[in-house]
Each structure stands twice: as C-alpha cells, then as structure tokens.
C-alpha cells in the first residue's frame, strides 16, 4: 500500500502527464500577464438534482454525484454555456465531508443518527474511526472530466479548507456566521481540535490528489469561516494545516487560497501559495500592495450580473484596471455566481472581459 507521500508524487505525476496548451489561464496562473484576461467564476457549476433526489439517502445523492457522466456534464456546462477559461471538478465545497456520510443539510451523522455538534473527546474519537473514502470515484470523475474538457482550459479542484471543515463538525451548522462554539472548542480542548483539524487535513488533502491524479492542475481552498479569527489565532489554531496541504503539492500544480472576507489575512496566506482570491473588502491594487508579487483571482460583486448591461461592464472594467498591480489576474465574482443570473448576460460579461484590452 503506497504512502501518503507516494500518493501524492503520483497525483502530481499524473496531472504533469496532461497535454496542456499554453493558455491564457495557465499563463496568468504563472504570473505571466497574457493578452487576454482570463475568466472562470466560483459557483459556475450549479449542480442540477435529478427530480427523485429529495427522496434519495445521502450515500445515493453521492452515488450520483460520483457518476462519471453526471460529473462531466456539470463541469463542462459552464465552460460550453458561458466560455469561461476553466471547469471545476466539483461545485460542492463541502463534498468531503458527504464522501464519509455527513449530510449536513438533513443534519444527518455516517451512522444515520441525527448530527449533533461535537462537544467531547468521544465524539472525535468517532470522527477519527471514520473509514476512508473510496479516492478511485473521485479521480475516475476527474479523469472523465479532463478527457472531455479543450485542452486550453484548465481543470480546478476547489474544496473546503481544514478549519471550515471542522468548525462546520463543532458548530454543527452550516450557518453560524462567528463560530462561538468553535472559540470555545479551539480554547478549551487544544489537543481535541488538533486531532480534529489533522483528521480534516487528511480528507481534504487525499480528496484533492485524486482529483490532480485525474487530471486537476489548480487546487483552490475555501475558507469562508476563517475571517472570524485575528492573524494570531489564524497562525496559531488554522494556518499551519492548509500551508501543510499547499506545500505538499508541487509548483507544477496551482494553489489558491480563496478565504472571501478575510482580507486582514492575505500577507500571513501569501508566502504558501500562488494566487490569492481577493472579497470586496479591498480592491485588487489594495491587495497588491498587501501581496506584491502574487497573481490575484477577483473580484466583481456577483449580485451586479444580475443587474447586467453597462453597470457590470463599468464594474468589470474598474476590476480589470485594478488588477494591474498584480503580475496577473484571473477575473472571478467575490463571492459565488447567483444561480439566477442570465446565461446569456453571463455569457456577454465573459466576452467582455476576453476582449478588453489595457
């Protein structure tokens, strides 16, 4: 049985092995300013559920994601509705945690029990005694999506980072904006959220090789909850866990760090990663001068495309002129693409952007 560290010389070996054109994405990801901006948008892939998925079991709603065929179709719609740069391997940044049976909008535990927030040493220690997944479906979608996709567009690994993960299994929901029991837990059982943030790491990491194995070249960590921590208790309680993960890759695979909100921490994220998503709290030259020398992915308010017509372009054009001071910039929304936004004003905006030039 291979190591983790073969495990990921593998992975890695197996994206090098990718035939990959010289695309505007890949160009800007290396820091080279290319002609034409580049555009792919968090949230493109709005996952489609089959009429009956209401009625089935979190293990068959991840049965289904896990087909090859469904994993390609919602890849590549994006890339084929919208003509964005890129696809993503996965829309669901929570979707690790659904792979060990945590159904997190029916509050459903792996044993089929109700969820309850993790308070104890024995609930980690039944987090720890999870099996591991099956990796093989997870890089079996990747590669079918690979094979699929132009050659010119680059294939993204996007998932969860370590602290949300494990403050989503603490809080025990998915919607407390200041993570209060996750405080308390961080302080008053240290060696319980190691052990939990180590357990966490080891899905996220394993999740994202077999991804890269079938084909991912970009790896992109969200961490939406981590804003809520100053740089002393990021550096402390959360920052060694992703720039763990991040370092385990090689340069030949990109690595952004996408935490919306948590501007405060950008020069702490940079040194361990190649691009850096920036929210609406800074503009881009505010964020290259936080970051110099780091490739910025943002950072258009997604609401504004569904407004459409000259007041997105004027706001895309104030984005692109901004993102100057990086060595490159890869258009994104600062936030996720509204599941209500015109296709086609979607579709107009990308052309936009393809065709501005400085």
């Known amino acids: 049985m291979e190591s983790d560290q073969e495990h990921l010389v593998n992975a890695t070996e197996a994206a090098h092995a990718v035939a990959k054109t010289d695309s505007p994405i890949r160009q800007a990801y290396r820091g080279k300013r290319p002609v034409s901006t580049p555009v792919w948008f968090l949230?493109?892939?709005?996952?489609?559920?089959?009429?009956?998925?209401?009625?089935?079991?979190?293990?068959?709603?991840?049965?289904?994601?896990?087909?090859p065929e469904v994993g390609v179709k919602t890849a590549l719609t994006p890339v084929q509705q919208f003509g964005v740069d890129a696809a993503i391997c996965n829309s669901d940044v929570l979707f690790p945690l659904r792979l060990v049976g945590f159904d997190l909008a029916r509050q459903i535990a792996p044993n089929g029990e109700p969820l309850h927030p993790l308070r104890s040493t024995l609930d980690v220690d039944r987090i720890l005694a999870l099996p591991d997944p099956d990796w093989s479906r997870v890089e079996a979608v990747s590669r079918a999506q690979r094979s699929e996709l132009a050659p010119e567009?680059?294939?993204?690994?996007?998932?969860?980072?370590?602290?949300v993960l494990s403050s989503l299994l603490v809080e025990g929901s998915a919607s407390v904006p200041q993570n209060l029991q996750t405080r308390i837990f961080m302080q008053s059982q240290p060696r319980n959220w190691e052990r939990l943030m180590g357990w966490t790491s080891s899905l996220v990491r394993n999740f994202l090789a077999a991804q890269v194995r079938g084909g991912a070249e970009v790896i992109q960590l969200v961490d939406p909850w981590v804003r809520t921590l100053t740089e002393g208790e990021y550096s402390c309680l959360a920052e060694s866990y992703a720039r763990d993960i991040f370092n385990e890759f090689d340069d030949d695979i990109t690595r952004i760090s996408c935490s919306l909100g948590a501007e405060h921490l950008l020069s702490s994220v940079a040194p361990y990663v190649d691009v850096l998503g920036v929210g609406e709290e800074l503009t881009l030259a505010e964020a290259a001068s936080i970051a110099p020398g780091k490739v910025l992915q943002g950072n258009l308010d997604p609401d504004l495309i569904l407004l459409g017509g000259d007041e997105v372009r004027d706001a895309a054009r104030q984005v692109l002129e901004s993102g100057l001071g990086a060595p490159a910039h890869v258009f994104n929304v600062a936030g996720r693409l509204d599941p209500e936004s015109d296709p086609a004003e979607v579709h107009r905006l990308v052309d936009f952007i393809h065709d501005y030039r400085f």
């Open 43 to 67: 949230g493109q892939s709005v996952f489609q559920h089959p009429d009956n998925w209401q009625d089935l079991s979190g293990c068959e709603q991840v049965d289904y994601c896990l087909l």
């Open 153 to 163: 567009k680059a294939l993204i690994a996007i998932t969860g980072a370590p602290f």
